[in-house]
């Protein structure tokens, strides 16, 4: 073959090539406008979704930090109402910087399974992206606070999700695992949580914050977990990697703990239509801060092990109330229990599953818990010198 | 006359001086740096010469006191029967003196600085060495600095470099066989070797390649390389080029062949791995740790160079979603007000930056700063500012110029490729871009110089055969001498096994 038959040919093939991939896929990051975060709140007028984004507004120059600007809009399906938004604004909606999901009570009541197809189902939303549920009248709301940060409110959400390692009180559950947790609910009935969130006004500005876990039986909201019960919850769950425990002698609350390593096993025994749960938690804590007047306990010290037991009672109890509770008010089995029965014993699984509904508020709950103090940051002088 | 070079075996016509010298006349008519000088013997009248040179390319201290000086001082005796003959050994105090009647010897030793010397009554002429022409001295390649190592390099002048590399191997082992190249330049080459080290069939094909060459003149070794090399298109070097003897030596040493091109500064090597581009001469003359650790950049400057740009596309034009959320705000912001596209403006800033440097690279010292003033400040600066690019374009560019100087030795491919692979991505995005690299590293496995694959990794079996690749081992552990090249492996014998 002669060379410029070679490049005559090879020149034809990348222009064929060229023709069947990707070539439509070019397209100028200017020309969209960046969604930081997607509010859905029931519809006005016939439609079924309400949506509030959040965007970002880019116009302002080099100086200025990126100002968030909301457009609103209506549609009867969530892509709808994507889509109805380039009668507002000339650039097209561009999701994959799209952080939070927020949903309002009555949409998270009605079941939240509907919405997320589009989500998943689209190319450009992240499988990583949270929902939270609001706890204002509305989901909108919960963008309109101006920041002293002039961040995006959206983006301070997640940032303050992914802080929770430190904190430990609300579980972020991401898309993926949304997922996964309602896509095999017929199978091991397990419930979801997402985190809450609201305005909280104080003197001169707003701020919002995430401070609960919001419980859904299977895809519905059913209710919330008090804020103190978080921590637990988080432990049982196995997602725990930092909190305090507050914790006394004789129910007091003046010794805290901080939370280095915690881990969860839980043990299922099902016999008949009883099924009970063994718990084992071990924790790994340091001696934080003791809130008295005289400081008595240090690694030294045999007081030490008191402060460890005290630790341990009030995880113990605490964690039981929490189970009870979610038992006794909800019945939804956000701890994942009868996933442990499906994963331990298939067979006994079968036998309870078409009746997990009813046995799971009667599961009964066996905790044991370890708290092992692993420093107290000071060094004392050894007793008796 | 058409003289096309070639005379044959047509000998000087006669044995009368007159003859000859209206011959010699004739053959070099128009050309009046050729000097006739009549001599006779102021004691036997009888002897009568004439001294032929070219104005210039003699050494007029050899000329005269070599030369003309015996001839005029010597008693001569009686007309012995060979006259050529007894001035060559009795006379002359010139090196070299060749007693010759063919005219094609003459002329060329006229041309190239050598005297002759006709003789009245005598059909042969001598041709005396009087070679003497200005030269540059030897200096340190401004191509190839090095801050340790040996500081000389090769200079215009193939006796001169001969013996630099000489000087390197003192071995009978060494090889040279001289060759003649160029109908009208007659230029001289010389093919050197080690002939215990050598892959015999890597000879033997470059014979055969030199054999076939017909050309006009060579004025640089790069007339002989594009013909010789494997493949006449392809943008890969397969032969080596260098102006360090250090280097040549070291690449005989490992059983390659250079070719010397009289006039040419730059030796030839061959075969020429890839890797070749990557190696610098000090990487052997530091310490191995450091020598790896630079060399190791130099590659990954190589991929970040003809990379960055189509990257860059990739990204901004098909992938957003692969860029971190500020720094994709970042891009948005800069993007604002600037007319056009993302491709564009990278192509265009590319050849902008290809511009500057091309400017640079030839441009006389004292407007050199003028030049740096202007690209700085004006591309820069001012274009951003008029919103004409934006300014992680600048980065970019910058980055990925910044990284292309790094390989030097492969600058031509990297431009190249550059081009090639922003094309790819501009169409294809990220797809393009891998399609583009999948490419260029078949073309790459797939090219072999003088029969030997460039890519190592082709027939690398053990840890051996990657002693001086990536990176550059201790001399302690480099055994033997890289597969393919030598036949003759082992480096260390003493305790390399043969493979």
Aim: charged residues 25%; hydrophobic residues 40%.
């Amino acid at each position: 073959m002669k060379p410029w038959k070679k490049i005559v040919l090879a020149l034809e093939t990348v222009l064929v090539l060229s023709l069947c991939v990707g070539c439509w896929n070019y397209h100028e990051v200017e020309n969209y406008t960046i969604i930081a975060g997607l509010a859905i709140d029931k519809g006005t007028g016939g439609h079924k979704y309400h949506l509030t984004f959040e965007c970002i507004s880019l116009m302002g120059g080099k100086d200025t930090p990126p100002q968030p600007v909301l457009i609103e809009a209506d549609g009867d399906t969530i892509f709808d109402a994507v889509r109805g938004t380039i009668s507002m604004t000339d650039k097209k909606l561009y999701f994959s910087d799209c952080k939070v999901v927020i949903l309002s009570k009555e949409i998270a009541e009605n079941g939240i399974k509907p919405l997320m197809d589009f989500f998943i189902r689209d190319s450009e939303p992240r499988l990583t992206l949270n929902f939270l549920v609001s706890d204002e009248p509305t989901a909108g709301e919960v963008f309109r606070p101006k920041l002293a940060s002039q961040q995006p409110v959206s983006y301070q959400i997640a940032g303050m999700l992914q802080s929770q390692y430190a904190l430990g009180r609300v579980l972020a559950i991401p898309l993926y695992q949304m997922y996964d947790i309602l896509g095999c609910s017929e199978t091991c009935d397990e419930s979801l949580t997402l985190p809450n969130v609201r305005v909280v006004k104080t003197k001169g500005s707003e701020m919002v914050q995430t401070s609960n876990n919001v419980v859904f039986h299977q895809d519905k909201m059913v209710g919330t977990l008090p804020e103190e019960d978080g921590i637990y919850y988080l432990m049982l769950r196995n997602k725990l990697s930092g909190g305090l425990i507050v914790t006394g002698p004789d129910g007091g609350k003046d010794i805290t703990l901080e939370i280095l390593k915690s881990s969860a096993s839980i043990r299922p025994e099902v016999s008949g239509t009883n099924a009970t749960m063994k718990i084992a938690i071990q924790v790994n804590a340091a001696l934080a801060e003791e809130n008295t007047d005289s400081l008595q306990y240090n690694l030294a010290n045999e007081k030490f092990r008191k402060v460890e037991k005290m630790g341990a009672e009030t995880i113990e109890q605490n964690v039981k109330k929490l189970v009870a509770d979610d038992q006794k008010d909800y019945g939804a089995d956000i701890f994942g229990f009868g996933k442990r029965i499906y994963e331990d014993n298939y067979s006994d699984w079968k036998a309870l599953s078409p009746r997990w509904e009813k046995v799971f508020p009667k599961v009964k709950c066996e905790v044991h818990a370890e708290v092992r103090l692993k420093n107290a940051a000071r060094a004392y002088p050894k007793e008796g010198t | 006359m058409e003289n096309r070079g070639g005379f044959g075996s047509a000998k000087l016509p006669s044995d009368e001086l007159k003859t000859n010298l209206e011959y010699i006349r004739n053959l070099f008519t128009g050309d009046e740096t050729i000097q006739f000088r009549h001599l006779t013997s102021p004691y036997q009248t009888d002897w009568r010469f004439c001294l032929v040179y070219a104005d210039g390319m003699v050494n007029n201290r050899i000329v005269n006191a070599d030369v003309i000086r015996p001839l005029l001082e010597y008693r001569f005796p009686e007309r012995p029967g060979d006259p050529a003959e007894f001035i060559s050994q009795h006379v002359m105090f010139s090196d070299g003196s060749e007693k010759t009647a063919e005219v094609e010897k003459i002329v060329q030793g006229l041309v190239y600085g050598d005297s002759v010397l006709l003789i009245d009554g005598c059909a042969e002429a001598l041709v005396l060495n009087t070679k003497g022409w200005a030269m540059r001295s030897i200096e340190e390649p401004e191509s190839e600095r090095s801050l340790r190592g040996p500081r000389e390099g090769f200079n215009e002048s193939i006796l001169t470099n001969l013996s630099m590399l000489r000087r390197k191997l003192r071995t009978p082992d060494l090889k040279f066989h001289y060759r003649t190249f160029g109908r009208r330049s007659r230029t001289k080459i010389c093919v050197c070797y080690l002939d215990s080290l050598i892959n015999h069939d890597v000879l033997t094909e470059l014979e055969k390649r030199l054999d076939d060459i017909d050309i006009d003149a060579t004025l640089d070794s790069n007339y002989i390389t594009e013909i010789i090399r494997d493949k006449t298109y392809s943008p890969v070097k397969t032969i080596g080029s260098t102006e360090r003897p250090d280097v040549v030596a070291s690449k005989l040493l490992e059983g390659r062949i250079a070719l010397f091109v009289d006039g040419s500064p730059t030796v030839l090597t061959m075969p020429h791995l890839f890797i070749e581009h990557f190696q610098a001469d000090e990487d052997y003359y530091i310490n191995y740790v450091f020598a790896s650790i630079g060399r190791m950049l130099r590659i990954l400057s190589f991929f970040v160079s003809i990379s960055m740009p189509a990257i860059y596309v990739a990204l901004v034009t098909f992938h957003q979603e692969m860029l971190p959320t500020p720094s994709l705000l970042s891009i948005i912001t800069a993007r604002q007000g600037v007319p056009f596209p993302t491709a564009l403006e990278t192509l265009f800033m590319i050849i902008v930056f290809e511009m500057l440097r091309e400017s640079g690279a030839r441009m006389p010292g004292l407007m050199g700063q003028a030049l740096s003033t202007v690209g700085a400040l004006v591309i820069g600066q001012a274009a951003v500012d008029a919103k004409i690019v934006s300014a992680p374009i600048i980065i970019i560019v910058a980055f990925t110029g910044i990284a292309g100087l790094m390989v030097p030795k492969i600058k031509g491919f990297v431009i190249m490729m550059r081009f090639l692979l922003l094309g790819f991505s501009c169409v294809l995005g990220i797809y393009g871009y891998l399609l583009g690299v999948i490419a260029m590293l078949t073309a790459l496995f797939g090219t072999s110089s003088f029969g030997v694959p460039i890519m190592p990794d082709v027939y690398a079996d053990d840890a051996q055969d990657y002693k001086d690749i990536y990176w550059r081992t201790s001399w302690k552990k480099m055994l033997r001498r890289p597969k393919l090249l030598s036949w003759n492996h082992n480096r260390q014998a003493t305790k390399g096994k043969a493979k």
